[in-house]
């Protein structure tokens, strides 16, 4: 039995461990459709994703995987949370990295 703060990576806080992976999943998303559109469509190094293919982006992995997958699958859970850990990470590309190159 695994104990909390026993072995090689001491306490995680629940929040980092539960919604990390949410909160990465946009800017992970989001850069790799940037270089595809940058590289194979606008053939421009200084292309940005404009503010509403954020916000869609957004709107269709948290209906998607929040809203109706719950319904199809037994292993899947519709959360809030989640959809607000996406928020942010549509925010933090938005921010950070949505620059032109």
Not at 21 to 35: I, N, Y
Not at 65 to 79: C, K, N, W
Request: no cysteine.
């Amino acid at each position: 039995m695994h104990k909390r703060g026993v072995g090689p990576l001491p306490y995680w806080p629940t929040l980092l461990a539960s919604y990390l992976a949410d909160v990465l999943t946009l800017p992970l998303e989001l850069t790799l459709l940037r270089w595809i559109m940058r590289r194979f469509y606008f053939r421009t190094p200084v292309f940005v994703l404009p503010l509403s293919w954020v916000v869609a982006t957004w709107l269709t992995i948290s209906i998607w995987f929040e809203g109706i997958l719950p319904y199809f699958s037994r292993t899947a859970t519709g959360d809030p949370f989640d959809v607000a850990a996406y928020a942010v990470g549509g925010l933090l590309f938005w921010r950070w990295l949505n620059q032109p190159a």
